[in-house]
């Protein structure tokens, strides 16, 4: 499966760009059997596991295109919808993986990324 994958890495920010086809909303999508799927929860699943039922995934850096794992979370779509906002994004004082976001990287889109995670991933 991981052959269909056809993304980009992004040399600041880390995001896999992905450069295969986009839905009407700009999201990446992937041939799921009969249907198309959103590519980032496919590689999601396929890396790091299921999202479970009533959780939608938020892409932490801003970047619809991006497919990287490290960059999603699991959330509700009420706090998804909650998170479009920049003062809502800066409430969070944690990364996914509990590092501190104090001085978390700000992508161009205006999305915040865990610094000591983006070190650890290079």
Request: contains cysteine.
């Amino acid at each position: 499966m991981k052959a269909e994958w056809t993304y980009e890495i992004d040399p600041v920010f880390g995001c896999w760009l992905w450069a295969g086809s986009t839905n009407a909303d700009g999201y990446p999508t992937i041939w799921g059997g009969q249907k198309p799927r959103s590519a980032h929860k496919v590689i999601y699943e396929a890396t790091i596991g299921p999202v479970a039922d009533g959780l939608v995934l938020d892409h932490l850096c801003r970047v619809r295109i991006c497919v990287r794992p490290l960059h999603l979370e699991p959330i509700t779509q009420r706090e998804n919808l909650l998170r479009r906002d920049w003062r809502w994004r800066c409430k969070r004082t944690k990364c996914v993986r509990g590092h501190d976001m104090a001085h978390a990287i700000v992508t161009p889109t205006m999305g915040r990324l865990c610094r000591v995670c983006a070190r650890e991933a290079t």
